[in-house]
């Protein structure tokens, strides 16, 4: 396993060499080049039912599987958003949640499923009812909007976060949502209304800047199509 990650900042790119023979998993359309060596397909991770999931949650429904079939091989891969890529080690001790766009790529032996959250974190969460999770032993690559910034909880550590500015989590962390302030007037009027609590032990990956923010920010400049 050899990645490096170039360009690092506003528009990195990943260069990953793959062995003879070694696959890596991707979202759809996340390949800029590769060498001639290596064979790219697309398919739906684990059928029909988990790639109509995924949509649900935001992402796309089918990945794409880059595999070098006639020898070593170099894969590029990108993605769409302005903003980090950040590589993962999972041990297979812990899976990850992420949430919509949040996911790149990842090596073969990292399962790609998609978790339900319950009513409250559902309805008021960002994420929606289904947000991705992955398990199993290898590298997984994350992106995100800015740059990306990772806060490691000890046993019982709390932290509260903005839900637009979060990336990823390990599932072992305990979260709840809640109002930012004691009341819902201060929580509406400070602009952040609804927020996430973080308890330790685990670690949670934030982007530092809110797409939701963005997209308010151009329509409040008034542009029209035409």
């Not at 812990?94 to 319950?118: C, P, R, S």
């Not at 690559?141 to 990823?168: K, P, R, W």
């Not at 927020?195 to 990956?205: D, L, N, Q």
Request: aromatic letters at 12%; charged letters at 20%.
């Amino acid at each position: 396993m050899k990645y490096e990650i170039l360009q690092k900042g506003t528009f990195p790119i990943v260069k990953y060499q793959l062995e003879n023979g070694e696959q890596i998993k991707a979202e759809s359309d996340a390949m800029v080049a590769m060498s001639p060596t290596v064979e790219v397909t697309g398919g739906v991770e684990g059928g029909f039912k988990k790639g109509l999931t995924r949509m649900l949650s935001g992402e796309k429904f089918f990945f794409q599987y880059l595999t070098a079939k006639t020898g070593e091989g170099e894969v590029l891969f990108a993605h769409a958003l302005p903003g980090d890529i950040f590589a993962v080690e999972l041990d297979g001790s812990y899976g990850l949640i992420i949430q919509k766009n949040g996911f790149l790529a990842a090596q073969q032996n990292i399962e790609i499923d998609t978790k339900v959250q319950n009513l409250m974190k559902g309805l008021f969460s960002k994420e929606g009812f289904f947000i991705l999770k992955a398990r199993g032993n290898g590298i997984i690559f994350l992106g995100c909007y800015g740059a990306m910034h990772s806060i490691t909880l000890e046993e019982g550590q709390e932290f509260i976060i903005d839900n637009g500015h979060l990336v990823a989590w390990t599932e072992n962390i305990d979260y709840k949502i809640e109002k930012a302030s004691n009341g819902w007037m201060h929580s509406i009027m400070s602009g952040e209304c609804l927020v996430c609590r973080f308890k330790g032990p685990g670690t949670i990956w934030i982007q530092t800047r809110n797409p939701g923010a963005f997209s308010g920010w151009i329509s409040s400049l008034g542009f029209s199509k035409g």
